[in-house]
């Protein structure tokens, strides 16, 4: 069918979702592009490399790391993308929901490249994503919450119908505003469920362009591997 894709993977909740509703739509995702910072970490939530590389492992997938540094962040999306182009890929799936500016930005980057940006979870509501992820059988934990905006307390709790029911008002159900994000143990597709435990947690005062606030981050822990 001419639809072999990549994913822009965070290892989260939302991009987990795009990827279940991609394959359904009859995409054939092989590849699982992660940005990542100078030293491996991945972006927004600072997941060490073998965690991500275990998940995509699990799902079956290719992983790929493209990593940054201050300044670069474009360069190497765009770079990413035409290799991705130039290996056969032909469509790139992205896990955004309504924001518009970001999508205005994917866009032109994946055409430059040659590729058709793909966006399975677009126009829908927020707490109609919420409910998808975990009717589908996602099981995620929160890896990281901006305290301006979230009690430190969530960090590192299950993301379940429960936690949904206590998040407090004017917070998005999925994290859509950087108010947390999260870390998939399992889904349909996966091989097994991931075999992590939560470690300590470590609190980073945000940089620019971040608002000024602190970051909590929850450790996981891979049994048998590394952080």
């Given at each position: 069918?001419?639809?072999?894709?990549?994913?822009?993977w965070s290892?989260?909740?939302?991009?987990?979702?795009?990827?279940?509703?991609?394959?359904?739509?009859?995409?054939?995702?092989?590849?699982?592009?992660?940005?990542?910072?100078a030293d491996?970490?991945?972006?927004?939530?600072?997941?060490?490399p073998a965690?991500?590389?275990?998940?995509?492992?699990?799902?079956?997938?290719?992983?790929?790391?493209?990593?940054?540094?201050?300044?670069?962040?474009?360069?190497?999306?765009?770079?990413?993308?035409?290799?991705?182009?130039?290996?056969?890929?032909?469509?790139?799936?992205?896990?955004?929901?309504?924001?518009?500016?970001?999508?205005?930005?994917?866009?032109?980057?994946?055409?430059?490249?040659?590729?058709?940006?793909?966006?399975?979870?677009?126009?829908?509501?927020?707490?109609?994503?919420?409910?998808?992820?975990?009717?589908?059988?996602?099981?995620?934990?929160?890896?990281?919450?901006?305290?301006?905006?979230?009690?430190?307390?969530?960090?590192?709790?299950?993301?379940?119908?429960?936690?949904?029911?206590?998040?407090?008002?004017?917070?998005?159900?999925?994290?859509?505003?950087?108010?947390?994000?999260?870390?998939?143990?399992?889904?349909?597709?996966?091989?097994?469920?991931?075999?992590?435990?939560?470690?300590?947690?470590?609190?980073?005062?945000?940089?620019?362009?971040?608002?000024?606030?602190?970051?909590?981050?929850?450790?996981?822990?891979?049994?048998?591997?590394?952080?």
């Amino acid at each position: 069918m001419g639809m072999r894709a990549a994913i822009s993977w965070s290892g989260g909740k939302d991009a987990c979702l795009a990827w279940l509703l991609a394959k359904d739509e009859g995409f054939e995702v092989s590849t699982f592009l992660t940005l990542c910072d100078a030293d491996g970490a991945s972006k927004s939530h600072a997941l060490a490399p073998a965690l991500l590389a275990a998940q995509v492992a699990a799902a079956g997938g290719a992983w790929r790391e493209a990593r940054t540094a201050p300044g670069s962040y474009a360069q190497v999306f765009d770079e990413a993308l035409r290799r991705l182009r130039a290996e056969s890929h032909t469509h790139m799936i992205f896990g955004d929901i309504d924001l518009q500016a970001h999508r205005d930005w994917l866009e032109p980057a994946c055409a430059r490249a040659g590729l058709a940006a793909v966006f399975p979870l677009w126009g829908r509501s927020r707490a109609e994503v919420a409910r998808s992820v975990i009717a589908r059988g996602i099981r995620a934990r929160i890896v990281c919450v901006d305290t301006r905006r979230l009690g430190a307390a969530f960090c590192g709790l299950d993301y379940t119908p429960e936690l949904l029911e206590r998040l407090p008002a004017g917070v998005c159900p999925c994290g859509e505003d950087g108010e947390f994000h999260t870390f998939v143990l399992d889904a349909p597709g996966f091989s097994h469920p991931l075999p992590v435990r939560s470690g300590p947690q470590r609190r980073v005062a945000s940089t620019p362009p971040l608002a000024p606030t602190e970051l909590v981050f929850q450790t996981l822990i891979l049994e048998g591997g590394e952080r």
